[in-house]
């Protein structure tokens, strides 16, 4: 691979000059400047970023750490990073811990998750990133130990337990207040209710505002209309035979998937997802628009997150905007299909 003595010597001029030229510091006469780049060209010459990273203190580079990249969330929040990093001019590397893969718990297996966070940081600072972005597969507290490092750093999907560093989250106990208005404003008052496993803060924060929208319009909350799932298909399944016996006219889930479980047993029975029930789950998972019928659900600011995160991460280093701290908290987005418009023109 050529280098830049190789085209001084082919130019006949200096390194210095070379460097200058490639550099774009200035200085040097449009005849030497059209001549050295003219044989970089012909040469292939392409510039060693990593000793020039050394040389200049700055390497214009985030490193993310993912906790793993198979989860539904994480490749949209990696796209609004990538696509940020386009519009200021960086380029990022990514860390894959395989967290949910490998089964391993940041809590319960705190040992390993300390080490594979050292891990990562370690080789992100040895290759000179200028900041860190910490991507989770879910919203959690990331535990202190993976944040004591000198570097700029930014949680993503996640929270800090430091105020000084950047959470970007999204609000669903929000959207869950306003999927279930949506289904008040549209004549149910019998609304079920299928949530996520207790351990979760998703489960608490939808279950939340799923009740806060039946307290401010009037509606006594029934727990026996709230049955708890586990975010897969069979817990869905399961929760729908419960709840229609018990004559509710819509269901809010807390997740896409177990809402699939919910159309499938309303399948079997013959039930018309739409017309007989009202239906509207949360994610925003591509099988929402293939089902049949298609499915109301909330859409999560993915791509937001990831380049909001960033937006944040690199003003901070570079210093041109007041540093953002503490939790920040984008909106989700109500999107209606036909397992709730077709309720709705039943009624009209």
Known sequence: MANMKDIADKANVSIATVSKVLNGIGGISSETTELVLSIAEELNYRPNLYARNLKKGQSHSLGIISEDITVFNTPPIIDGIGACCEERNYHYLLENLRLHKLNIDPV???????????????????????GIIYLSCHSHKVLAHPLNQNIP???AYCSSPSLSIPSLLYDDRK???EATALLIRQGHERIGCVTGSSDSIHMRNRLTGYQEALFENDIPYNPHLTIQGDWNRDSGYQAAEKLLKQNVTAIFCHNDIMAMGIIDYCTKQGIEIGRDLA???FDNLEISTVCRPTLSTVELPLF???HASARILIDKIEGTKEPAIGEIYLDCQIIERESTQLYRKKRA
């Not at 300390?114 to 990562?120: C, F, I, S, V």
């Open 279 to 281: 239906l509207i789950g």
């Open 304 to 306: 937001d997150i990831g």
């Open 153 to 155: 750093f930014v949680c």
């Open 108 to 130: 319960l297996h705190a040992g390993k998750y300390n080490q594979l966070t050292d891990e990562a940081i370690d080789l992100m600072l040895s290759m000179q990133v200028d």
């Open 175 to 177: 959207a869950a207040y």
